[in-house]
C-alpha cells in the first residue's frame, strides 16, 4: 500500500467511484478506500443494497469523508441525479468486489442499482476485480461476460487462488488491495510524460557468494529502485526492474527481472539496452566477488580464512560501451560517506552519465522510507534536494528524466 504519510503523484486530486457489490469480500474495500484516501485520492462510494448486508456505508463514510451513494431515490451527492455526477466527474471507476452477478449486468448493459447504474453513466476507464466462489469465475457464463467487458475495454484484475469463504479452495479471491491500486495508478498514468518510453531500473544489493550457503552483499534495501520502477509505471513508461531479492512486494503492472549477481545484473542490462529510452542505475553493486566460489559449505576451521576477492564488472561502464540504436538517457546513484560531490561529479563524468544522483549514506538511509540528495547534470546543473521520502525523490528524478528524453 502507498506510505500514509506520503501522497501518489497519479492519484493526487483524483477523483475515483468505488463500487461495492453483495460479496463477503466486500470489507476488503473499506481497505482499498482507505489506501486511496491515503495516498491522495478523492473518493466517492457507490454500493449495491446487497453490499450494505456485509458492510455499512457509514464504514466508507468514515474513511472518505463523502456521502456513500446506496440509494437510486434518495437525493445524490452533489446533485439530484448521483450517478450523473459521477460518471461524469470521475477520473477512474473501480468496482471491488464485482460478484458474477454484477459482471453480467455489466456485460448487457442493465442498470438498476447504484453500482451498474454509475458505470453505464460513465465515460472514464473502469477497472474491475472479480469475487466470487469456487467455479463461478470459470464457469462459462461467467468468463464469456468477462471476455466481453475486456473487448469493450472494461480493465479486469483477475481473482486470486486461495482459501474461500465456502470453506472451499480455489480461484476466486478478491485481487489483493495492492494489486488494485497498482493498476489504479497504471491506468490513470497510462497517457503520462513517459507513455511509449522504455526505462529499465536496477534495484537492491547484488549477492556475490562464497559457497552455496553464503554471500557477500551490502545494506541496500531497494526501496529506491522499487519507488523509481513503480513512479515510471504511473507516468506511462514501459518499465523493467532488473532487483536482487528484496523484501519489497513486486510491484503491479512492470516487468521483473530477477538477479543475483552483477555478472546477472549486466547480462539482463545487456540483453534490453538496445530498446532503452532510459536506463537507471539504483542498485548498490558490489564491486568485488570471490575469485572461486566453493562447491560446498565452507567449515568452520581452527584459524582465520583468507578470502582472494577480484573486481566484478563496473555495469556503468560497461553499458557505456554497448552499441545501441539510439542512446537512453543515462542515470546513476552515487552512494557515498565522505567527499560527496566530488565523487559524484568524478562518477558522472567518468561514466558517461547525463545525470547522476548524489546521497550521503553514513547515516540512516539504507532502508529508509526518506532520503536527502543532490541532483547533477552533464551539462554543469545542480538541485539539493531537502529529506524527503524515497516516492517524492523518484518523481523528482523522473521529472529531470523527462526533459531530457523531451530535448533529445
Known amino acids: 500500500m502507498p506510505n500514509s504519510l506520503t501522497e501518489v503523484q497519479v492519484l493526487s486530486g483524483k477523483r475515483i467511484t468505488l463500487g461495492v457489490t453483495g460479496s463477503i469480500a466486500a470489507y476488503k474495500a473499506v481497505a482499498l478506500a482507505s ?13 449495491t443494497e446487497s453490499a450494505t448486508r456485509f458492510v455499512q456505508p457509514l464504514s466508507f463514510q468514515a474513511i472518505t469523508h463523502r456521502p456513500v451513494f446506496v440509494d437510486l431515490w434518495a437525493a445524490g451527492m452533489e446533485t439530484d441525479i448521483a450517478h450523473v455526477t459521477l460518471g461524469r466527474e470521475s477520473a477512474l471507476i ?20 447504484p453500482v451498474s447504474i454509475t458505470v453505464l453513466a460513465a465515460r472514464c476507464p473502469v477497472i474491475v476485480a472479480p469475487a466470487m466462489d469456487a467455479g463461478m469465475f470459470t464457469h462459462p457464463a461467467t468468463a464469456a461476460n468477462v471476455e466481453l467487458l475486456r473487448k469493450r475495454g472494461v480493465i479486469v484484475v483477475d481473482p486470486e ?3 474461500l469463504a465456502s470453506g472451499l479452495t480455489g480461484l476466486g479471491r478478491l485481487a489483493d488491495p495492492d494489486r488494485i491500486v497498482d493498476c489504479i495508478r497504471a491506468t490513470l498514468g497510462a497517457h503520462g510524460d513517459l507513455a511509449g518510453r522504455h526505462v529499465l531500473v536496477t534495484a537492491g544489493g547484488t549477492q556475490e557468494a562464497l559457497d552455496p550457503v553464503r554471500y557477500i552483499t551490502n545494506h541496500s534495501s531497494g526501496k529506491m529502485g522499487y519507488a523509481l520502477a513503480e513512479a515510471a509505471r504511473d507516468r506511462g513508461a514501459h518499465v523493467t526492474l532488473v532487483t536482487t531479492p528484496t523484501a519489497l ?15 546477472d545484473m549486466l547480462a539482463a542490462i545487456t540483453a534490453t539496452y538496445a530498446k532503452l529510452d532510459a536506463l537507471i542505475m539504483t542498485a548498490a553493486v558490489a564491486d568485488f566477488r570471490v575469485e572461486s566460489e566453493a562447491a560446498h559449505k565452507i567449515k568452520r576451521g581452527e584459524t582465520s580464512m583468507d578470502l582472494r576477492l577480484v573486481p566484478n564488472p563496473d555495469l556503468l561502464a560497461a553499458t557505456a560501451a554497448l552499441d545501441s540504436r539510439t542512446r537512453p538517457v543515462r542515470v546513476g546513484f552515487a552512494a557515498e560517506t565522505q ?32 532520503n536527502e540528495v543532490t541532483l547533477l547534470w552533464s551539462d554543469g546543473r545542480e538541485a539539493a534536494l531537502p529529506r524527503m521520502p524515497k516516492t517524492v525523490v523518484a518523481e523528482r528524478v523522473l521529472d529531470a528524466v523527462s526533459e531530457l528524453l523531451r530535448r533529445r
Open 249 to 263: 512486494r513486486t510491484p503491479g503492472g512492470v516487468s521483473v527481472i530477477a538477479v543475483r549477481t552483477a555478472s
Open 94 to 113: 473501480v468496482l471491488a468486489p464485482a460478484t458474477a452477478n454484477m459482471l453480467a449486468k455489466l456485460a448487457h448493459g442493465m442498470a438498476d442499482d
Open 339 to 370: 567527499d560527496l560531490l566530488a565523487h559524484a561529479v568524478d562518477k558522472l563524468q567518468r561514466k558517461s552519465l547525463d545525470l547522476i544522483v548524489a546521497n550521503d549514506v553514513s547515516g540512516d538511509v539504507f532502508g529508509s522510507d526518506s
Open 35 to 47: 489506501s486511496l484516501v491515503q495516498a491522495g485520492a478523492i473518493v466517492d462510494v457507490a454500493m
Open 161 to 163: 487462488e486461495g482459501h
